[in-house]
Nanobody, 125 residues
Framework: VRLVESGGGLVQAGDSLRLSCAASQGTFSTSAMGWFRQAPEKEREFVAA????????MYADSVKCRFTVSRDNAKNTVYLQMSNLKQEDTAVYYC???????????????????WGHGIQVTVSA
């Protein structure tokens, strides 16, 4: 399974950015997906997750009401729409896929089987 993130970059505080994660896996449409991030000298943390159907989502408190996760199963792609970005959102963002069957969204990184290489998001003042 190959996951490729795109859409990162350098933005100013208050700006918006949309990350995409394209999956090569044929069973993407039945897999829960997650977004995580890791800032310099910090541990990787949960950002958002979405069920296989897209009907259920979950967010970290720090991004709730600013970030939106969605997916397009026809395109094997999951998105992370980020609005009102803050400097503390600066991190490398990773998408991940959970291959085991399940109808929930999952915040624990141990739940996921494959990860993308990550993409840098930098928010300046």
């Amino acid at each position: 399974v190959r996951l490729v993130e795109s859409g990162g970059g350098l933005v100013q505080a208050g700006d918006s950015l949309r990350l995409s994660c394209a999956a090569s896996q044929g069973t993407f449409s039945t897999s829960a997906m997650g977004w995580f991030r890791q800032a310099p000298e910090k541990e990787r943390e949960f950002v958002a997750a979405i069920t296989w159907s897209g009907e259920g989502t979950m967010y970290a408190d720090s991004v709730k009401c600013r970030f939106t996760v969605s997916r397009d199963n026809a395109k094997n792609t999951v998105y992370l729409q980020m609005s009102n970005l803050k400097q503390e959102d600066t991190a490398v963002y990773y998408c991940a896929v959970r291959l085991a069957p399940g109808r929930y969204s999952y915040p624990g990184d141990h739940e996921y089987d494959h990860w993308g290489h990550g993409i840098q998001v930098t928010v300046s003042a």
